[in-house]
C-alpha cells in the first residue's frame, strides 16, 4: 500500500523538477519545450521508461528507497539572450523547485500535526507518512542533481559560472564519461556519501525552522 502514497509524491516532484526547467527557459526566451508540448503538469507528457516507471519498479521490488526521474525537457540554448549565463539559471531551477518543495512539505507537515485532533489518527498518519518522504525526496533530487558532473544540473551550472575557456575544458572533459561516472557513482553506492550528509543536515533544518 506504501508504494500506492509515495509513488504521486515522487512523480510531482520529478515532474515539477522538469517543469521548473521549461518555464524558467521559456521566460528566457527559450520557447522550445512550449511548442514541443511540455511546458505542462500532465504527468504523461514526462513519462520517461526507465526513469518513471522501470527504476521506481524496481527500487519497490528491492525495498530500495523510491526514486526515479521523468523525461528532460528540451531547451535550446541559442535562443537565450546570454547562452551560458541563462542556461545556468535554467539548470539551476529544477533543484531550486525541489527545494521550493520540501519547504512546502515541511510546512504543510507543521499544519496537519497543529490539526491533528481535526484530522483523526489514520489520517493524520498518512499525511505525515507522504510529507516526510516528500521532505526527504525532494531535498535528495536537488542535491543530486547539483552534483557538478555534466550532465546532470549541477554541471550546466558550474559550467555557466566559470570563464569561457575553462568551461569549454570543463564541458569536454566530462562530455564523453560524465554520465559514465554518475551511472558508477550510483552502482557502487559511492553517491550516498556525497548526497545523503547533505540532504540529512537540510532536512534537520527544515526541522529545526519548522518546530518539527
Known amino acids: 500500500m506504501s508504494i500506492f502514497l509515495l509513488l504521486p509524491v515522487l512523480f510531482l516532484s520529478i515532474i515539477l523538477h522538469e517543469f521548473a526547467h521549461g518555464y ?4 528566457l526566451g527559450d520557447n522550445t519545450a512550449y511548442v514541443s508540448g511540455r511546458l505542462t ?3 504523461i507528457s514526462h513519462v520517461d521508461p526507465i526513469g518513471t516507471i522501470v527504476v ?3 527500487c519497490w521490488l528491492f525495498g ?3 526514486f526515479g526521474w521523468a523525461k528532460p525537457v528540451p531547451i535550446n540554448p541559442l535562443r ?3 547562452p ?3 542556461m545556468g539559471k535554467t539548470a539551476f531551477a529544477g533543484p531550486a523547485a525541489n527545494l521550493l518543495l520540501a519547504v512546502l512539505g515541511a510546512a504543510l507537515l507543521k499544519v496537519s500535526l497543529l490539526l491533528h485532533s481535526f484530522l483523526g489518527a489514520s489520517l493524520l498518519q498518512t499525511l505525515v507518512y507522504m510529507l516526510q518522504y516528500g521532505i526527504l525526496i525532494n531535498i535528495f533530487l536537488a542535491i543530486f542533481n547539483l552534483i557538478p558532473i555534466p550532465p546532470l544540473d549541477g554541471g550546466r551550472v558550474v559550467s555557466a559560472l566559470l570563464p569561457l575557456k575553462m568551461s569549454l575544458q570543463y564541458e ?3 562530455r564523453r564519461y560524465g554520465l559514465w561516472i554518475v551511472f558508477v557513482l550510483i552502482l557502487s553506492g559511492a553517491v550516498k556519501y556525497l548526497i545523503l550528509p547533505p540532504t540529512y543536515f537540510l532536512v534537520n533544518v527544515l526541522a529545526k525552522i519548522f518546530g518539527l
Open 84 to 86: 551560458r549565463r541563462d
Open 64 to 66: 530500495w528507497p523510491l
Open 41 to 43: 503538469l500532465n504527468p
Open 80 to 82: 537565450f539572450p546570454s
Open 24 to 27: 524558467v527557459a521559456y521566460r
Open 172 to 174: 569536454h572533459l566530462f
Open 56 to 58: 521506481p519498479a524496481v
